[in-house]
Structures are given as C-alpha cells and as structure tokens.
C-alpha cells in the first residue's frame, strides 16, 4: 500500500458474551483452561468441583482484566507529516511521545499541530509541517526566510509578497525542498519618467534603471543619461529624468603679456631709460568641452592649453650714472664773473630776500616764470645759494646781464 496511505493495525480482541452460572461461560475461554468438559455452565456445579474451579477462575480473571486494559490504551490516529497521510494504532500518551517513537525530528522552525506535548486521544489528527530556508531576494534587498510551504506559490503567500506581475527566478509551481532554494523576486512597480518635456508612468519589474528606460520606449543617445545611476535598482514610486546630454569643443586665443627686461647702462644718467627693443606678446590656445543638459549649457572644462607663439621682451637699458648736483656743476662762459657782488648788489647776499612787491626774491632777485625756465622747482628764494648762483648762470649765458639793468654791470668789477 502507499506510504501516503498506509494503515498500521493492532488486532482487537473479539467481542465477550455473558457467560452463564458464575458468569465464567465459554465466551471467556475458561472451560478447556479450568479443565471443564464442554457441558459446563449449563447446570450447577458440585461443592467439590465449586472448590476446585476458583481458584483457576481467579488467575484466568485476571489475565481477561489485563487484556481489556491493554486493549483500551491502544488509539487510532492519523498522522501528516509534509503533506504524506498515515493512519497508525499508537499506544502514546501525548503528540512528543508520538514522534519519538514514529521517528519524526522537529525543529524550531517546524510546525507541529496540535502542539508538543498535547495529550493524545483516539481518533486525532497530528500535522508536522517541516521549515525550509528560502533565499530571498525581494526587490533587491537579500535575506534568508524559513517557511513550511511546499511550493514557491504558497511561501510568497506566506511572506505576503504580491506576485502578480512579478518576476521570479524559479516557477511558481516548483516545489521547496528540505534544503531550501535561493529565489530572486522583483515586484511590479510604478516609476515615472520625465523626457523630452513630457511625463510617463510604466509598471515594470525591471532589475536596473536602464531596463526601465527601455520598457518605457525610451531611446537614450550616446551622451544621454538619467538623474540616478543606470545600473541601479528602480524603487517604486519613483520619478527619474532623462538628460539630453549633447557635446562639443571651444577654442578660444589668449594673449599672453610680454616680459620686460631692464638692464643697468652707467653711460646713461640716473632716470634716464633707453628702450632697444620693442616687446611683442604671445599667444596661448585653449580648448574647452562643453556640455548642453536638456538644453541648457553648462559651466566649460578645460581639456588642453597650447602656446602656440611664445612672446618677446622688452629690453630697457637703465642709466645708472649720477647726475651732477645742482648749483656744482661748470657753466663755461659765466664761472670767471663776479657773482658775489651781483648778489651784494640785488639782495644784499641774502639768499632768501624778497622784493616788496613779493614777486622777485632770492640772492638774484628770480621772478618764478624765469626761476622755473631755468629747472628750478619751487621759488629761488627757497633754493640754496649753490644752486641759485648755478641757475643765475645758465641765464647769463642765455640772456647776459639784461636780466640785471643796474647790478649787472658788478659782474665784471
């Protein structure tokens, strides 16, 4: 017979009659076993034969009493164990005492019902459910799951995963063995798409990004990508956009300013430069990358610098010879005359003198005019001796001694 039906009987003792006279009648069997003929129990027996018959009655009593007993413990039950149906006679007193002796092993994720240790009756009905570990993978989230179901269908109504338009590694009909399986589940889910203007929705159980894209109907170009990596895992819910992305390259000239070499020339006097040669400025090119992200343009990036004319300095000869101090230096023509008188005369040797009227002063009585076309600064008055003397020089070699109408005639005393 099946394993799946398969009835394990213990023989009942057949059923008693009552037995006549002192109620020791054939229907126990006691005739043969107390050595009575097969008329006994039809009349009464003799005192003699009464006196014998007891005490074999007594031992044959008490053997039918414990045959009774032993026959009452024994029960009827039906055990389930994963699904397999065995009907069995078992003399357990409770549902742990049962397994133990069917050789059933539960575990902590095992379902057995009623529970260990519940106490067995005839006629009852005990299920053992095995667990079997489940890999689950929902959504791209991982994580190990026990469930007793024996079919992929049932654990995910177990789990209260929603499978209808999902995807499932294995088919739903398959069945869990004792070892388990590994199961990769990608629900339906709802993700919104922004492109090209325009908003759509899809239900998809796509694994990346870019299978979305392309269950959407969306062509992505070369440059084009989506607000979220295309490799990642679309949640529900979730809005992505599209990125237009197109490229190009700019290159701009750039002067580059020439460098100015200055060297010292003590032929030259102090302040004096001398320019010989003229700086020319070069040129740098640049060549930037730029990006249009749905059509706006973004910030450029530099991908290469080139000099393509290098620039040429300036050379600056520099006077480094000093100049010669005011008011020393020979002023040939005018160094044999008679200056100090001139100055006695004008002014009373007093370089600071100043007319009454304020415009003439110093020792050779300078108007400003002519004090600042000689290369004075400031008035004379405020000037050395020295250098009032040297300037009053240089304007005798220019003018002689008009500038003097009636001291200049002291010059040659």
Same mark, same amino acid.
């Given at each position: 017979m099946p394993d799946e039906a398969r009835t394990v009987i213990v023989?009942?003792?057949a059923a008693r009659r009552p037995a006549a006279g002192l109620g020791l009648g054939p229907a126990l069997g006691l005739g043969p076993a107390l050595g009575l003929g097969p008329g006994f129990g039809r009349g009464l027996a003799s005192p003699q034969a009464l006196r014998r018959l007891v005490p074999r009655a007594l031992v044959v009593a008490a053997l039918a009493g414990g045959t009774t007993a032993f026959v009452a413990d024994d029960k009827e039950v039906l055990l389930t164990v994963d699904g397999t149906p065995r009907t069995l006679h078992t003399f357990a007193d409770d549902v742990d005492e049962l397994l133990a002796h069917e050789g059933v092993p539960v575990g902590p994720h095992d379902i057995v019902a009623p529970g260990a240790g519940?106490?067995?009756?005839?006629?009852?009905e005990v299920v053992v459910r095995y667990g079997r570990p489940v890999t689950l993978t929902l959504d791209g989230r991982r994580r190990q799951v026990w469930t007793t179901a024996g079919t992929v269908a049932e654990a995910l109504r177990q789990l209260g995963v929603r499978a209808e338009g999902a995807y499932l590694s294995v088919s739903r009909s398959a069945p869990i063995a004792r070892q388990g399986l590994t199961l990769d589940v990608r629900t339906e889910r709802a993700v919104t798409f922004m492109a090209d203007g325009r908003e759509r929705t899809v239900r998809t159980n796509a694994a990346t990004v870019r299978e979305a894209v392309e269950r959407a109907g969306l062509t992505l170009g070369p440059q084009d990508t989506t607000s979220v990596p295309l490799d990642s895992f679309p949640r529900d819910g979730q809005t992505i956009t599209v990125m237009r992305i197109s490229a190009s390259e700019e290159v701009r000239e750039v002067a580059v300013p020439y460098p100015v070499e200055r060297r010292n020339d003590p032929a030259l006097l102090t302040g004096t430069e001398v320019i010989d040669r003229q700086g020319r400025p070069g040129a740098r090119r640049i060549t930037y990358a730029v990006r249009t992200v749905?059509?706006?343009?973004q910030k450029p990036r530099r991908i290469s610098d080139e000099l393509v004319r290098a620039p040429? @300095?300036?050379l600056v000869r520099v006077g480094t010879r000093p100049r010669p101090r005011p008011g020393h230096g020979p002023v040939p023509g005018a160094d044999g005359l008679n200056w100090a008188a001139l100055a006695l005369c004008e002014s009373g040797g007093r370089p600071d003198a100043v007319d009454a009227s304020g415009t003439y002063g110093g020792l050779y009585q300078f108007d400003p005019a002519t004090w600042h076309a000689l290369g004075g600064t400031g008035t004379a008055q405020e000037a050395s001796? @020295?250098?009032q003397t040297h300037r009053a020089k240089k304007l005798y070699i220019q003018r002689g001694a008009s500038p003097w109408p009636h001291c200049g005639i002291r010059l040659r005393s």
């Amino acid at each position: 017979m099946p394993d799946e039906a398969r009835t394990v009987i213990v023989p009942r003792p057949a059923a008693r009659r009552p037995a006549a006279g002192l109620g020791l009648g054939p229907a126990l069997g006691l005739g043969p076993a107390l050595g009575l003929g097969p008329g006994f129990g039809r009349g009464l027996a003799s005192p003699q034969a009464l006196r014998r018959l007891v005490p074999r009655a007594l031992v044959v009593a008490a053997l039918a009493g414990g045959t009774t007993a032993f026959v009452a413990d024994d029960k009827e039950v039906l055990l389930t164990v994963d699904g397999t149906p065995r009907t069995l006679h078992t003399f357990a007193d409770d549902v742990d005492e049962l397994l133990a002796h069917e050789g059933v092993p539960v575990g902590p994720h095992d379902i057995v019902a009623p529970g260990a240790g519940a106490a067995l009756a005839n006629g009852d009905e005990v299920v053992v459910r095995y667990g079997r570990p489940v890999t689950l993978t929902l959504d791209g989230r991982r994580r190990q799951v026990w469930t007793t179901a024996g079919t992929v269908a049932e654990a995910l109504r177990q789990l209260g995963v929603r499978a209808e338009g999902a995807y499932l590694s294995v088919s739903r009909s398959a069945p869990i063995a004792r070892q388990g399986l590994t199961l990769d589940v990608r629900t339906e889910r709802a993700v919104t798409f922004m492109a090209d203007g325009r908003e759509r929705t899809v239900r998809t159980n796509a694994a990346t990004v870019r299978e979305a894209v392309e269950r959407a109907g969306l062509t992505l170009g070369p440059q084009d990508t989506t607000s979220v990596p295309l490799d990642s895992f679309p949640r529900d819910g979730q809005t992505i956009t599209v990125m237009r992305i197109s490229a190009s390259e700019e290159v701009r000239e750039v002067a580059v300013p020439y460098p100015v070499e200055r060297r010292n020339d003590p032929a030259l006097l102090t302040g004096t430069e001398v320019i010989d040669r003229q700086g020319r400025p070069g040129a740098r090119r640049i060549t930037y990358a730029v990006r249009t992200v749905n059509g706006v343009r973004q910030k450029p990036r530099r991908i290469s610098d080139e000099l393509v004319r290098a620039p040429v @300095a300036r050379l600056v000869r520099v006077g480094t010879r000093p100049r010669p101090r005011p008011g020393h230096g020979p002023v040939p023509g005018a160094d044999g005359l008679n200056w100090a008188a001139l100055a006695l005369c004008e002014s009373g040797g007093r370089p600071d003198a100043v007319d009454a009227s304020g415009t003439y002063g110093g020792l050779y009585q300078f108007d400003p005019a002519t004090w600042h076309a000689l290369g004075g600064t400031g008035t004379a008055q405020e000037a050395s001796a @020295a250098e009032q003397t040297h300037r009053a020089k240089k304007l005798y070699i220019q003018r002689g001694a008009s500038p003097w109408p009636h001291c200049g005639i002291r010059l040659r005393s």
